[in-house]
């Protein structure tokens, strides 16, 4: 086995690495996991899946008709369903996308067709979030006296994935004897004013020959916070329905490849920019450090190995791990970001961001095994790196305050933002702010932000892909250099 293939997997099986490791991709995956179930932002909250019925008599037999739809009305996949009446389970049939059939078959005693209320249960089991199975039931009352069959019925809060709106509805039609192909329909939104709905629509539109149609009001902004009551004419009947509150108007917005991408950036990114730092300088110590301050090899070589060679395929080995555990951690946030609001994050992104953060990584690893040759016991080794991590990972960013509030330099001025971007270039771990500054022109993930956000020209400030390269190389290729000179020339 070559020694870097032997270091790689010595480097993952190392117990704190493995932890640390398992952490990373974990609460990355929460988060991206929260941040999901949590936005206001999505454009199908596929997690939620709602049921709207209908239904026909035939006898003394019923026909449940349930649709199954997703936040936007969409039909949902994976259904499992089946109701019961008096204990007796009727399983349900597709008919078509998102659509179950129940064929009920009443006992005498019931006598359907003489009109009476039936009482059902409904259940049914969807996939959730990570493709669990969550399953629900709910209780209906069918009233088939003065009708033998449903008509219409209305949904309301389906959101529209092009715009702001969340006005949206959903019409669901059951005729007689199965017929699901709708009159003409009139179908005008007015606005409610103190619970009375006005007489002026705002909007209209006429439908007809649907089983079920999600409809998107074009309203635009004057509606926002504004309530809705939506007013139905039939060509079939004089009966006028009527359904309020429709709204108000929420904050419900389009997802786009940019909101998904600032997401990532203001919430895993805190994350990666503490634990990437603490996997690689104790990857460093118990796989490097620890063997050249003891002067004891944990491993066993079984071929001769340069001083040289050794320091070159530990540093390589725990460089991949780094690298391999930042790109698993970003590409399940992607993934997992995809699954709610459908929308992947660029091949481009994945591979800046997984760069930003492998040189973050690789840079700590690079201090640590130059400070493992200065050192010369375990004890000051270790406190020496943990000091390396506390400030560079952590107290950074408060020196940075300090010197800002100490010569009052105001927030947001040109030499504010130079000096930012002067201590993230002295910093290995400023590189990730770097390049989110680079690829979001946005000032607010840096140092001494106080969660505030400014859009600026990064080139204007230094920050460019040649800058960034050269800073990148000198954060992992001089503190190496040095490390590698020593084991050779001094060790």
Known sequence: MRPVVYEIKRSLTNRFSIVLIVAIIGLSALIAYEGGVSSTSHTARISTINEIAGYYVTGNGLTLISYFYDQN?????????????NGTVYPGTESSPGTMNFNIIAPAKDRIDRGTS?????????????GLS???NTSMT???????YSGLEVAGGISDPRNSSSLGFLLFYVGPTGNHTSPSLDVNLAPVVSGVLST???????????????VFPS???????????????????????????????????PSTISTVETAFFSSE???????????????????????????????????????????????????????????????????????????????????????????????????????SHLLKSPGSLLGALIAVFMIFGLFWSVIFDVIVSAFSIATGTSFYITLQVLFDYANPAGYASLFQLFITHDLGGGLGAFGTSQSINPANFGVTPTLLIISAILWVGIPFIMAQQLAIKRD
């Not at 009305?73 to 009446?85: D, F, R, V």
């Open 73 to 85: 009305g969409n039909p949902a996949k994976e259904i499992s369903a089946s109701t019961s009446l």
């Open 118 to 130: 039936v009482y059902l249960t409904l259940n049914y089991t969807y996939k959730s979030s990570f």
């Open 134 to 136: 969550t399953s629900t």
């Open 142 to 148: 069918v009233n088939v006296v003065n009708t033998k």
């Open 200 to 214: 002026s629509y705002v909007w209209e539109h006429q439908y007809s020959y649907f089983t079920h149609i999600s």
């Open 219 to 253: 309203l635009g902004s004057s509606a926002v916070n504004r309530t809705y009551g939506l007013y139905i004419k039939s060509s079939y009947s004089s009966t006028v329905y009527f359904k309020a509150p429709i709204g108000p108007l929420s904050l419900y917005k």
């Open 269 to 371: 990114s805190s994350l990666l920019m503490i634990f990437i730092p603490l996997l690689a300088v104790f990857m460093a110590y118990f796989t490097y450090g620890k063997d050249r301050v003891t002067g004891v090899l944990e491993t066993v070589i079984k071929r001769p190995i340069t001083k040289g060679g050794a320091i070159r395929s530990r540093f390589l080995a725990n460089s991949v791990v780094v690298t391999l555990s930042i790109v698993a951690a970003v590409v399940i946030s992607a993934l997992i970001s995809y699954h709610y609001f459908k929308i992947l994050m660029p091949a481009s992104f994945i591979l800046q961001v997984s760069w930003a953060f492998s040189i973050v990584g690789i840079s700590f690893l690079a201090i640590s095994y130059f400070f």
